[in-house]
């Protein structure tokens, strides 16, 4: 009786700690699935060679094609989605190495390289006369597009865009340049740290979900440090900006911590009659009522040039 009694506490613990681990990832692409699920958002994938380019796509009427930035997927573009599904074509890609893309054995991940992946996915896509609406990394990378296929855009909206190198330095760079690197918590204070940078604002999650989020981020730094690495080797695009022919809109926040505002004012200087919406409360990520300026500043811009 004792030894069924033990096997059977043996089997209980390890059931338990099993659906414990696994409850957490389960439950997030059970949410991912029901997001897009609920906007008719169709998962689909175009292979080129060895390798892959996952994406989404619903909607009718003129493109609109999202680009994420750093560590980030398609699904970052769900809530943006939500607002333009209705009335026009969407498609959100995720970068080589990002999300459920692949990532090609000689792919490069400074800007000017991530362009030409860009420009692959545009061109196996067939896509023409879209809208590209495109932040942080992702900005930097569609205005390189941009300046190098005018003919293919309708317009090019920019939300924190990275791609010019001032003197002063970013928050989180000047904390890069001391050894500490935001992007690649190790701990839930950390997570929580560079949740606030991103968004203003801790993340409304319980330490159950953040941890899981940060052993998922864990399990992926050494790409993501070669990919940040990278990064830093990017050219800068002082001289790409003034090729840009493409209407143009800038969405700037203010308060953003992890690119300096200060270098979003060059963008608008050097992109020939380039629109800005300075939004004096706004984080890197938008959020709450800042991600309703954005999105209201985006949808009358988008509609003017359509």
Same mark, same amino acid.
């Given at each position: 009786?004792?030894?069924?009694?033990?096997?059977?506490?043996? /089997?209980?613990?390890?059931?338990?700690?099993?659906?414990?681990?696994?409850?957490?990832?389960?439950?997030?692409?059970?949410?991912?699935?029901?997001?897009?699920?609920? /906007?008719?958002?169709?998962?689909?994938?175009?292979?080129?060679?060895?390798?892959?380019?996952?994406?989404?796509?619903?909607?009718?009427?003129?493109?609109?094609?999202?680009?994420?930035?750093?560590?980030?997927?398609?699904?970052?573009?769900?809530?943006?989605?939500?607002?333009?599904?209705?009335?026009?074509?969407?498609?959100?890609?995720?970068?080589?190495?990002?999300?459920? =893309?692949? =990532?090609?054995?000689?792919?490069?991940?400074?800007?000017?390289?991530?362009?030409?992946?860009?420009?692959?996915?545009?061109?196996?896509?067939?896509?023409?006369k879209f809208h590209l609406v495109a932040t942080s990394m992702g900005g930097g990378i569609a205005s390189i597009y941009a300046a190098n296929n005018p003919d293919k855009l309708s317009s090019l909206i920019l939300i924190n865009p990275l791609g010019i190198d001032l003197e002063k330095k970013s928050e989180l760079q000047i904390l890069v340049s001391k050894g500490k690197n935001l992007f690649f918590p190790n701990n839930i204070e950390e997570f929580d740290e560079l949740a606030c940078f991103c968004t203003g604002k801790k993340l409304s999650l319980s330490n159950y979900f953040k941890k899981h989020i940060l052993s998922q981020m864990i399990k992926n730094y050494t790409f993501f440090k070669r990919v940040f690495k990278e990064l830093l080797s990017s050219i800068p695009l002082d001289n790409v900006l003034p090729k840009i022919k493409t209407p143009s809109l800038l969405i700037i926040a203010q308060k953003d911590r992890i690119i300096n505002p200060e270098t979003f004012e060059v963008f608008i200087k050097l992109i020939p009659n380039a629109k800005a919406k300075r939004i004096k409360e706004g984080s890197h990520v938008l959020v709450d009522k800042n991600f309703d300026q954005a999105i209201f500043e985006i949808d009358k811009f988008i509609n003017q040039k359509s």
């Open positions: 009786m004792k030894k069924k009694f033990l096997i059977f506490s043996v /089997l209980f613990v390890t059931l338990f700690f099993s659906a414990y681990n696994v409850l957490p990832y389960a439950l997030v692409k059970y949410h991912t699935y029901k997001s897009f699920k609920d /906007l008719n958002l169709e998962v689909k994938e175009i292979k080129y060679g060895k390798d892959h380019f996952e994406y989404i796509e619903g909607g009718e009427g003129p493109t609109i094609l999202f680009v994420h930035g750093f560590q980030s997927t398609k699904s970052y573009w769900v809530p943006f989605i939500k607002k333009f599904i209705t009335t026009h074509h969407v498609v959100a890609l995720d970068l080589p190495g990002h999300g459920n =893309s692949s =990532s090609p054995e000689n792919q490069k991940y400074d800007i000017q390289s991530l362009e030409k992946s860009l420009s692959k996915f545009v061109q196996e896509k067939k896509l023409n």
